[in-house]
């Protein structure tokens, strides 16, 4: 299988930099082919411009990879942080660039944007990773959990694919060596659940 795994943290000793190579490494071992790609590191621009809205243009190379990719990919592993009850900047402008009509998701003919479109991945499997500072009662409660709305109903139901999990790892600033381990066993379990050897 192909897959996908998409990281947007800045600190490269971070806890989301740790579960994307946790994640990495259980897709390699079971023979996965993966497309890895830090955002940050690819120093990708988040900027949609005026050019580039328009449905058929892409403006470079690396958009352009990520573009064919993500359209090969038999399955995805997004990672960051919830920052303001979203994605950092660099991970929503890859949503606005790389999920695009015509790329992952298409309006029938005669549609001009205002009905439900088709969505076009063939990935039917995608995982989320996030990391968190806010306790859970208060995210359900205040918040309503913003990013499993974004994720799961905005952005991959959307664009066809039919598997979502999520799983949300808190709170990092306050936690031991030994949570975090065992957070990292947890990936490793869900990716190996998710994307066995084939």
């Known amino acids: 299988m192909r897959v996908s795994v998409i990281l947007g943290h800045p600190n490269k000793a971070s806890f989301n930099h740790a579960i994307a190579g946790e994640a990495v490494a259980v897709l390699q071992a079971n023979e996965h082919y993966v497309c890895f790609h830090d955002l940050y590191a690819e120093n990708f621009s988040p900027i949609l411009s005026g050019n580039e809205l328009a449905r058929e243009i892409v403006e ?3 958009t352009r990879t990520h573009c064919h990719e993500i359209t090969r ?3 995805i592993i997004v990672i960051h942080p919830n920052w303001w009850g979203q994605p950092p900047a660099i991970m929503k402008g890859w949503i606005d660039r790389v999920f695009r009509h015509g790329t992952t998701y298409q309006f029938n003919e005669g549609d001009t944007g205002g009905g439900v479109p088709r969505g076009l991945l063939k990935a039917q499997k995608a995982i989320v990773f996030n990391t968190s500072n806010t306790y859970p009662e208060r995210e359900r409660q205040v918040f309503g959990d913003p990013l499993e709305l974004l994720w799961n109903n905005c952005v991959f139901r959307f664009c066809g694919v039919k598997s979502f999990e999520r799983r949300m790892f808190r709170v990092i600033a306050d936690s031991t060596a030994q ?8 990936v490793r379990e869900i990716v190996q659940r998710c994307f066995p050897r084939q």
């Open 73 to 75: 990919a038999d399955g």
């Open 60 to 62: 470079n190379d690396l």
């Open 179 to 186: 949570e975090r381990a065992k957070w990292l066993a947890e």
